[in-house]
């Protein structure tokens, strides 16, 4: 069974910063780009950042110099470390992974990231 578990998330001030941790089982991972989108309320999901099991990365522009992707291919995990957060960061946070041949997706369940003062 696959399953992709969300931790970090939460309530930090603006400037702040929160790291996301995605866990994977059930998948070989590094046979999937991993990825972290996120949805704030009102608005579509939309990617924030990939990572491609040889490590190549991609960042929406409005996160771009702030957010940074990596992966732990030995412990089948994908992280996100999110600095000088502002309040238009918030949104619920999800994991995926998406098979790199045969495109096939799962999706975690998500984490909320809330920026407040």
């Known amino acids: 069974q696959v399953q992709l578990v969300e931790s970090g998330g939460g309530l930090v001030q603006p400037g702040g910063s929160l790291r996301l941790s995605c866990a994977a089982s059930?998948?070989?991972?590094?046979?999937?780009?991993m990825g972290w989108y996120r949805q704030a309320p009102g608005k579509q999901r939309e990617l924030v950042a990939s990572?491609?099991?040889?490590?190549?990365?991609n960042y929406v522009d409005s996160v771009k110099g702030r957010f940074t992707i990596s992966r732990d291919n030995v412990k089948n995990t994908v992280y996100l470390q999110m600095n000088s957060l502002k309040p238009e960061d918030t949104a619920d946070y999800y994991c995926?992974?998406?098979?790199?041949?045969?495109?096939?997706?799962?999706w975690g369940q998500g984490t909320q990231v809330t920026v407040s003062s």
């Open positions: 990572i491609t099991s040889g490590g190549s990365t």
């Open positions: 059930g998948i070989l991972f590094n046979f999937y780009t």
């Open positions: 995926n992974a998406r098979h790199m041949v045969t495109r096939t997706l799962h």
